[in-house]
């Protein structure tokens, strides 16, 4: 006869070792990433307590970044995970996403380019394609609204003055900054980057709306084409 599947929960764990009650007591600061996941995964295996879950996870997907960009597919393949904890774990991670674009919302000012990195970074790091991003300022340089206006690679013959400036106006924008991301990690700008920035540039004098920047995005780095001299 069959011995019955038992899924071995954190209540089974010595009490000094249950990662909710440590939360309650420490708060969720003392917690490691392991401890952290198997309060979400809630049970574990037969083999596998939540917490001992929580690190095969871990270590199977490699980081916690990566857990938060895999696909619901990808989470369920890993051995005692299944659909219903893959979507409990991506639940969270979107929540999270969306109390910073709440913080973001908070119109932040944007007085060096610095400022444009630690906006956006978070939002742009891990994309596999190149998304091009228009802040809308207004007077005191505070982001009214923010556009992502293309993705793929930059190509001038795309992405048309047009394009970059139709919200500007809309919002009665007084002035912008342009930012895109390189998947690379490497933020050195192209020719093709430096082109577009020209022509924008001349593009917001003409219409009365001025490109303050354009903030090339690499991995922990960036370039600003203003201080570059690029206009």
Known sequence: ?????????????????????????????????????????????PEMTAVQLA?????TMGSLRAIANAKPAELAQVKGIGVAKAAQLLAAVELGRRI???????????????DVYALL?????????????????????????QTTVTKGTLDSSLLHPREVFREAVRHSASSIILAHNHPSGDPTP?????????????????MGIELLDHVILGDGRWVSLKAQGVF
Do not use: C, W
Not at 18 to 39: D, H, K, N, T, W
Not at 55 to 59: D, E, G, N, R
Not at 128 to 141: M, Y
Not at 193 to 198: A, E, G, K, L, N
């Open 1 to 45: 006869m069959p011995e019955p599947v038992v899924k071995y929960t954190i209540k089974e764990l010595p009490e000094d070792e249950r990662p909710r009650e440590r939360l309650v007591q420490f708060g969720a600061g003392a917690l490691s990433s392991a401890e952290l996941l198997a309060i979400l995964l809630r049970t574990g295996t």
């Open 55 to 59: 690190q095969h996870l871990l270590t």
């Open 100 to 114: 910073a674009l709440e913080q973001m919302g908070e119109q932040p000012a944007i007085t060096r380019p610095d």
């Open 121 to 145: 970074h978070a939002q742009l790091r891990d994309e596999k394609q190149e998304h091009v991003v228009v802040l809308l300022l207004n007077t005191k340089n505070r982001v009214m609204r």
């Open 190 to 206: 192209s020719s093709e980057d430096i082109q577009i920035t020209r022509r924008l540039h001349q593009a917001g004098q003409l």
